[in-house]
C-alpha cells in the first residue's frame, strides 16, 4: 500500500479505529516512557514505580512520581494531533473508536469522546478501600497521597500497573471496535505493551487496514499495511488533509 492509498482507504473507511501511546502527546512536550534520552524508562524502572509491589514498598516516592507527571500533564495543552483526532471523529461519527494508552488526558481535553482509556487516567485517584475514583485536587492544593471523600481511605493512583488486568469492559470494547474496523491507525506507540499492541492484529486478522503513524519502525511495522513516518501530528495531517 501507497500513501496515497492509505489516504483513499482512510477517507473511505466507514469504520475507524484508532491506537494512540505517548508519541502522540510527545509535541505537547509530554515524555514518552521508551526515548533512550528522555523516555522515563531511561531513568527509572519500571518496576519501582509503576507496579503493586513498588506501591506498596514505597507509596509515598510512587505517588511523588504521579504527583509531578500530574502537575505536567496539567501545564500541557493537547497538539495538532490529538485536534485531528477529534476531528476525524466527528466525520465518522459512530463509526470512529478512538482506544489509548495515555493517562495525561488530552485526548478528551481535545474534544474526543468515543474514547477508552486502558491504562487508566493520571488526573484521578481510586480508593484502596472502596474503589471510589475522583479528580484530583488542583495541582496547586495537591499533596500526595488523597484521602477518599466517601470513606476517608487512602487513594491510590489511577492508573493500570505492570501485572494488573486492564478494565475488562474498555479493553473488550476497544477489541470490537478493531475486529470491526475497515481502517485502524496505530499511533504513537512502540507496540510492545501488550494487550494493547494486539488490537492492531484484530483488525489485520479481518481483512482490514492498519496504518501506523511514528517517526521510527516499531516491533508492529512488519506487520503492517503502511508505514507514515512521521510526528503524530504531520503524519495525521497528511492521511486526512483533503487535497
Ligand atoms: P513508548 O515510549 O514505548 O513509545 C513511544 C513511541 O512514540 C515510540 O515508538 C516513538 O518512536 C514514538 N514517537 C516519539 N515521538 C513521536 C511523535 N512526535 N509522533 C508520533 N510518534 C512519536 O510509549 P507507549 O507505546 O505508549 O504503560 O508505551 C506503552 C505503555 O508502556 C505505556 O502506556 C506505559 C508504558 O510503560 C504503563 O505505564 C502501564
Redesign the pocket.
Known sequence: MNLSQARAALSDARRVAVLT????S??SGIP????AQT?HWARFK?EDL?SPEAYFRDPALVWEWYAGRYRDVMAATPNTGHTLLAQLERQKADGFFLAT??VDGLHARAGSERLVEL?GNLTTARCEVCGHIEDLPSPQDFTPPPVCSRCGGRMRPNI???GEFLPEQALQASADAFAAADVALV???????YPAAGLAFETLERGGTVIE????E?ELTPHLSFSLRD??SKGLATLTEED
Open positions: 501511546g505517548a508519541g502522540i510527545a509535541e514518552t516512557f521508551r526515548d523516555g519500571p509503576a494508552q495515555n491504562h493500570v500497573w505492570f499511533i504513537g506507540t512502540s507496540g510492545v505493551v503513524i511514528n517517526p521510527d516499531t510526528t503524530a
